[in-house]
């Protein structure tokens, strides 16, 4: 088994709080509590690479080399983060001449880093490292008869990994099956929401998100899941602003796949940041007849 | 109807910019555009941008240096590298969209009245400080540097979401080891001129 060490970024630590609240208790049911990284600095996210792209490498270089001395791969939540520190670590591993003055200087500052190890998402450690047997046998709520649109996002899937295919993966559908819960076919599953811009542009984030909501809820899904901070809020967060520009109520919850997990490990509810939903959650507990784990 | 002058002679183009941008992002494969138009065609913004990318990338090709760096379109990539995916060609779309960012910001011709842009510079400002970002002074620093104080009261309704739900901070967030940061990020700067 890799190990592997916990780098949160900075939305679980603000606006994607309750990822964080439901991944922590979902990995330490496991028996694999994640330790965070100590004085890890921010990915740079899409901005970074915007304004200067050695320094975007050199910032993501500084965080691998804090895991590395403690030989541990990157485990990272959020898609930004991850897609970033992912494509910065093949660049630092590529021999490109910038990438060697990088990683000088980042010896120079004691944070050498030797390209040993790899960036990861928790879901691929959920069901490629762990596997969904291990999984189902820790389930004790099944989430029977829950209809769940799964949302990947972009930046998970595509291009610097081979996680899933980059169009329909169905990585976290198995996961969300292992738990009980009833994937839909959701053909948006990779369609943008929009990333920085959703939040930034009103108009892109009202759209986009009508487009994603929509078909969700053809699909009869209950609720979405997300993988990543930004998808969880722009899918929310607009959601009064679709409903009154469309005239058509496509509200729906907006859920992290770790809080289904830990309702289905039997973690009280209380303790998985479903209090952080903007969106009411009434009609899901009804839905789920035990009212929602125990 | 007004008749406007749209021609662009060859003069004022430049023939040169493709070099720039294939060697920057590093993308040899640029070479090999066939124009099918896949990029344009998945891309979830297209809607919105001035050029779509087929088109920036064939200016790219022809020089129209200018009017690519202008565009609005670097900056409306969500950076989903769909485009990049579907390729036939292999051409690395959205890492091009950075380096033309990129590019853009360095001459200043960036679309200065547009919230991308700002967003980008003040979260580089932010974290090249802190080696931390903060979503609500990110936000709030962005719309200083706009000069917008009407833009963010249509997010008053999200803030107060936000905020009822606990997920609005009001603290910066910074590194401890912040000299170290400081010094990789000169370092990386004096070296990678």
Redesign the interface.
């Given at each position: 088994m890799r190990d592997f060490i916990y780098y949160p970024g900075c939305s679980l630590k603000a606006g994607g709080k309750h990822y964080e609240e439901s991944l922590l208790p979902v990995f330490k049911a496991i028996g694999m509590p994640l330790e965070e990284m100590d004085d890890w600095n921010c990915c740079g996210a899409t901005a970074y690479f915007s304004v200067d792209e050695f320094m975007a490498a050199a910032i993501c270089g500084r965080n691998l080399s804090i895991a590395e001395k403690e030989k541990k791969n990157v485990l990272a939540p959020c898609a930004g983060c991850f897609l970033t520190m992912k494509k910065s670590n093949t660049f630092l591993k590529s021999g490109h001449e910038k990438a060697k003055k990088i990683l000088n200087d980042l010896k120079s500052v004691d944070a050498e880093y030797k390209g040993s190890i790899d960036v990861v998402h928790p879901l691929e450690v959920l069901v490629k490292d762990i596997g969904l047997d291990k999984i189902r046998e820790l389930v004790q709520t099944k989430l029977t008869g829950l209809k769940v649109a799964c949302y990947y996002g972009c930046q998970v899937v595509r291009p610097y990994t081979d996680l899933d295919d980059p169009d329909y993966p169905t990585i976290m559908d198995d996961l969300m099956a292992a738990i009980g819960a009833e994937p839909v076919d959701y053909a948006a599953k990779t369609r943008c929401c929009g990333g920085s811009l959703g939040g930034t542009i009103e108009k892109v984030g009202v759209d986009l998100n009508y487009v994603l909501l929509k078909e969700a809820k053809k699909k009869g899904a209950d609720v979405i899941v997300t993988l990543c901070p930004l998808c969880q809020f722009n899918l929310e967060l607009p959601q009064s602003k679709v409903v009154a520009k469309y005239k058509d109520d496509v509200r729906i919850p907006i859920l992290y796949f770790t809080q289904l997990m830990g309702l289905a490990f039997g973690i009280p509810k209380e303790d998985l940041g479903f209090n952080r939903s903007v969106i009411s959650l009434d009609k899901m507990w009804a839905k789920l007849s035990n009212g929602g784990g125990k | 109807m007004e008749i406007q002058d749209k021609v662009i002679f060859e003069g004022e183009l430049d023939p040169g910019f493709v070099n720039t941008i294939r060697d920057k992002s590093?993308s040899e494969e640029i070479d090999k555009c066939i124009q099918c138009g896949t990029c344009s065609s998945s891309c979830?913004?297209v809607s919105?941008m001035d050029y779509p990318p087929r088109k920036i990338i064939g200016m790219i090709k022809h020089g129209f240096k200018n009017e690519v760096l202008k565009s609005f379109t670097p900056w409306?990539c969500?950076?989903?590298?769909?485009c990049?995916?579907k390729c036939p060609s292999n051409i690395k779309i959205?890492d091009i969209m950075?380096t033309l960012?990129?590019e853009a910001?360095d001459a200043n011709v960036y679309p200065k009245k547009f919230?991308?842009?700002a967003?980008?510079?003040e979260?580089?400002k932010i974290?090249?400080k802190n080696?931390?970002?903060?979503?609500?002074w990110l936000?709030l620093q962005?719309y200083l540097k706009l000069k917008d104080p009407i833009s963010p009261l249509?997010?008053t309704?999200?803030g107060i979401?936000?905020m009822?739900?606990?997920?609005?901070?009001l603290k910066k967030?910074k590194?401890?080891?912040r000299k170290?940061?400081h010094?990789?990020?000169k370092?990386?700067?004096e070296?990678?001129k």
């Open positions: - | 590093f979830p913004m919105y409306l969500a950076s989903c590298y769909n990049q995916v959205t950075y960012k990129r910001i919230p991308i842009p967003l980008a510079q979260m580089h974290i090249a080696g931390r970002s903060s979503e609500l936000v962005m249509k997010y309704s999200t979401n936000l009822k739900t606990g997920r609005l901070s967030e590194i401890k080891n170290q940061f010094a990789l990020l370092a990386v700067s070296d990678t």
